[in-house]
């Protein structure tokens, strides 16, 4: 077999591989569920996400490790990755090359050629790094946002897998929603059209990893050159060439990724997968301006910093940013957050939202819970998120240390905010209906939201007596809407101030149940009033976790009467909203 | 080309593009005549095509109408419970298609009570298939918290699965409108209909829990999970929801299970420590009888929780569970 047609299958395999762990990504047992299927391996296998958060935390979390074998494998046999294994560059090889066939050979000759902007990616490599590479200082992990491998895992996990799961519902149950996903999807699509200008344009000139993969296989062992010095300059082996690295002269091992298409294409069989260097000669250093490299640096230095004048670390933290169970305090957690989007993926609840530069620019595609969005606020008795963050941005926390039990239960529950009361829009306080569904939907035991009994005399003119039994009484006033106070929450209250349940009502009649007697009889002529008895919420601070579905069962659907915001997180101590006891 | 300076040409082809502009006139013309609208869009809420959910009660036997088992095995109690109002045979003919509605509220384990009990419902399944021969059951519920983790975490879905049952989660095209005859609050409102539309009988399976607004949550309020849409506007009227959803399902048969009872912190619990131990289990084919007697084990009496009285009022049963002669029995 041709080894490119080796390649293909290799890119076919991955690319199926990578949608299956797409689509398995849901809390379940079952086959094409989460079970134990490794759905961050690709994330895993990124050396720029262990780089980075190498930089960040100076350790390297656990399966992260596979990332050493794609470093191991790239130093020896260079960029393999890119044509062989990343998702991302398969979906651009395949547009690409389907976008660009009918043109004649000069053109894809043209086309494929090396251009000086390729240096590009490697200053966006250089910036992201430096942002990360001072944590004493301040640093924030950044690379997600260019990173193609949590690029093309957010583009399909929360953009193009929605959409297409909506009629079938194989991975979710409810319809999902992401806010901001058009965002996603306009960069992903822009990335993959932008390749009918030139085949593998993100690869080219903004991919940090592959910029990354260029530096490592500076000493590749063995390497794409020519097997003689001569040839007649045809200029075949460019004409496919995916990394525009100019096979036809002095080789660009730095941009070689590892197509073979070069060795395919040449009819004098002059280019091959050799140990020497090219007879053509070859480059195998970037091709990086002194003046890029500086600039890219400078800027590097001082972003973080320009970024932080705005001090939403500091006393300007923004309290809409509610983070998932288990998130490290802001600062740790922006040094490990990848933004691959598997933590919204995973939510069963759906309440895990890509956060936006409203929290701050680094905030942005970090995950942020929404209350309104989703089933039921952060659940209780899960704990998905932690378990799948291949960073541990979110910690992989158990039930019990979630919920304050056995060993955790001298810390407390973990409280991811704290909810606070709208009285002015909440039914029993402002507007004198009874509903509680807050108090009902509070998942910890004791409950965190508690109620208040009260007796409020509706809006109307008192009622005169005419004629009254024990348990009915007749009035002056025949206006009464018929049977509205027969709910089981209204009262109607003598001069004396015995209160009865009201058990129906006429125009001009009040009648109580049986056991509801008034012991003495309301004398004729003298006042009644009706009263509504409400259950006031009320929040008990200390036993709130923050879990939100109190917001997001409240009836009061457009600005929610009970809302959640961070203060309180146990995450950070300076968000602390009470003394310690 | 065309060639300007040749009249001929330059006439044929002026009368070719007269005859396509004529054609395209003709187009916009019909068009417009066809969706003309000389009305302007309706106001208020399109009435959607309106649904009734079916009546799935057997004929009234008198002195079988409740069944009231004490023993602490829950399994054991059903069996004797469904046995003393004549078998599962008496609700479920052989080739029927039965459906089960669990509470199933919310994602929290079985030994939290706060939904049903997953070998209850797995017990039910079983007794339809081995004893009533019924050639399906579904069982099915419309939960608060994300339905999925819901089914998975109460057990319930894989008890209902092992015994032979099918689990229908709710969606969007499960959910059609009702009226309710004589109904106030339930007028053109979405119900989780899809599940129920084609099959023949209604088992209703629920624990007796606390509720702080309605006074407890039992065989009535287990209903509310038939409810779409914003449902929770209806807390401000709960009693009235409560015995509206009585009158709007009329099932074959409810279990109300008061092995262990939430006695506070409900309907959610959370704890153990909100559990009691009532070692009663009710059967019946009225619900209203059943939770009349049932708020008695949250030491509650049937004027607590005007619900009762008001579906009554309605004729959805009784409160006065003694006129119907329940069978008391022990086991174990």
């Not at chain 1, 075949?236 to 525009?244: M, V």
Request: hydrophobic share 40%; net charge positive.
């Amino acid at each position: 077999m041709k080894i490119v047609q080796v390649r293909r299958i290799s890119q076919v395999f991955f690319f199926l591989m990578f949608v299956w762990f797409c689509i398995v990504s849901t809390v379940g047992d079952r086959l094409w569920q989460l079970r134990g299927w490794p759905v961050n391996w690709f994330l895993q296998l990124d050396p720029l996400v262990a780089i980075g958060t190498i930089l960040t935390t100076h350790t390297l979390y656990r399966a992260i490790l596979w990332a050493l074998a794609t470093v191991i494998l790239t130093i020896i046999f260079g960029r393999f990755f890119c044509s062989w294994v990343c998702p991302f560059g398969s979906v651009h090889h395949f547009v690409g090359f389907w976008g660009n066939r009918k043109k004649s050979m000069p053109q894809k000759v043209q086309l494929n050629k090396y251009r000086k902007a390729q240096c590009i990616k490697y200053f966006v490599l250089i910036f992201f790094l430096v942002m990360s590479a001072f944590p004493s200082l301040a640093a924030t992990l950044q690379t997600g946002l260019l990173d193609p491998i949590p690029l093309i895992t957010r583009s399909f996990n929360l953009v193009l897998l929605p959409i297409v799961d909506r009629p079938v519902g194989l991975a979710s149950v409810s319809e999902r929603f992401y806010v901001g996903a058009w965002l996603t999807l306009a960069i992903f699509l822009t990335a993959v059209f932008l390749n009918l200008a030139i085949p593998r344009f993100y690869c080219r000139f903004i991919c940090p990893l592959g910029a990354l993969f260029a530096i490592l296989g500076r000493f590749a062992l063995w390497r794409i050159g020519k097997n003689q010095s001569e040839c007649i300059d045809c200029k075949l082996c460019e004409q496919s060439c995916e990394g525009g690295c100019e096979p036809a002269g002095s080789i660009r091992i730095s941009e070689c990724v590892l197509c073979f298409n070069c060795r395919e294409d040449c009819k004098e069989d002059i280019i091959s997968y050799q140990r020497r260097a090219s007879l053509a000669g070859e480059e195998t250093s970037p091709d990086v301006s002194r003046r890029g490299f500086v600039l890219s640096l400078v800027s590097g230095i001082l972003a973080v910093p320009a970024v932080r004048l705005s001090n939403k670390l500091g006393s300007n933290w923004v309290h809409k940013v509610i983070r998932p169970p288990g998130a490290l305090s802001e600062e740790e957690f922006l040094k490990r957050c990848i933004k691959c989007g598997q933590c919204m993926r995973v939510c069963p609840t759906n309440v895990i939202q890509p956060g936006g530069i409203d929290g701050g620019l680094e905030n942005l595609w970090t995950p942020t819970l929404n209350n309104r969005i989703g089933s039921s606020g952060c659940q209780y008795n899960c704990t998905a998120c932690g378990q799948v963050c291949p960073t541990s941005a979110i910690r992989p926390i158990t039930l019990a240390e979630k919920q304050g039990h056995g060993e955790f239960a001298e810390a407390g529950p973990i409280k991811i905010g704290t909810a606070f009361l709208d009285r002015n829009r909440c039914l029993p306080w402002a507007m004198d209906k009874p509903c509680i569904v807050c108090q009902e939907n509070c998942p910890v035991s004791p409950k965190a939201i508690y109620t208040q009994e009260v007796f409020n005399t509706i809006r109307a003119d008192a009622l005169t007596v005419k004629k009254a039994t024990n348990t009915t009484i007749e009035t002056v006033e025949d206006n009464l809407p018929l049977d509205k106070f027969a709910t089981g929450d209204y009262y109607c209250v003598a001069e004396d101030g015995e209160r009865r349940k009201i058990a129906a009502n006429t125009e001009n009649s009040i009648e109580t149940s049986p056991d509801e007697r008034f012991e003495k009889i309301p004398a004729q002529g003298s006042k009644i009033e009706i009263q509504v008895r409400l259950q006031r919420p009320l929040i008990d601070i200390e036993k709130c976790i923050g879990c939100g579905v109190c917001e997001h069962e409240c009836p009061v659907s457009g600005k929610k009467a009970v809302r959640v915001s961070a203060e309180g997180e146990t995450r950070s101590d300076d968000r602390r909203l009470l003394l310690k006891s | 080309m065309t060639d300007q300076t040749s009249e001929n040409f330059g006439r044929r082809e002026f009368l070719s593009r007269a005859g396509k502009a004529g054609i395209s006139i003709a187009a916009a013309g019909t068009v417009s005549y066809l969706l003309y609208d000389n009305k302007g869009p309706k106001t208020g809420i399109d009435t959607e095509e309106l649904v009734t959910l079916p009546d799935f009660s057997i004929p009234y036997q008198q002195g079988q109408t409740i069944s009231i088992v004490k023993g602490p095995d829950r399994v054991e109690t059903l069996k004797k419970a469904i046995e003393l109002l004549g078998g599962i045979e008496r609700f479920v003919k052989p080739g029927e298609i039965v459906a089960i509605k669990p509470n199933v509220a919310f994602a929290s384990p079985p030994m939290l009570g706060a939904t049903a009990n997953p070998e209850l419902i797995a017990e039910v399944v079983k007794l339809c298939y081995s004893r009533g021969g019924a050639k399906k059951v579904v069982v099915t519920d419309n939960p608060i918290n994300e339905p999925a983790s819901c089914f998975t975490l109460s057990g319930i879905g894989k008890a209902a699965s092992a015994a032979g049952a099918k689990v229908v989660f709710p969606k969007n095209h499960l959910f059609k409108h009702t009226t309710l005859a004589g109904g106030r609050l339930i007028k053109n409102w979405p119900i989780f209909f899809g599940p129920f539309e084609k099959v023949d009988k209604l088992i209703g399976i629920a624990p007796v829990k606390d509720h702080h607004r309605s006074g407890a949550s039992m065989t009535m309020k287990n209903w509310y999970g038939l409810l779409g849409g914003r449902r929770n506007i209806f807390h401000q009227d709960i009693n009235t929801i409560i015995a509206e959803l009585a009158m709007m399902v009329k099932p074959t048969l409810v279990i109300l299970d008061g092995t262990e009872v939430m006695m506070t912190n409900g309907p959610t619990g959370g704890s153990v420590s909100d559990l009691r131990r009532a070692n009663t289990l009710i059967a019946s084919t009225d619900c209203v009888a059943a939770d009349s007697y049932g708020c008695g084990l949250l030491d509650l009496t049937v004027p607590d929780l005007p619900y009762l009285a008001k579906a009554e009022k309605a004729g959805a049963g009784t409160t006065n569970y003694e006129s119907l002669k329940p069978i008391f029995a022990t086991v174990g």
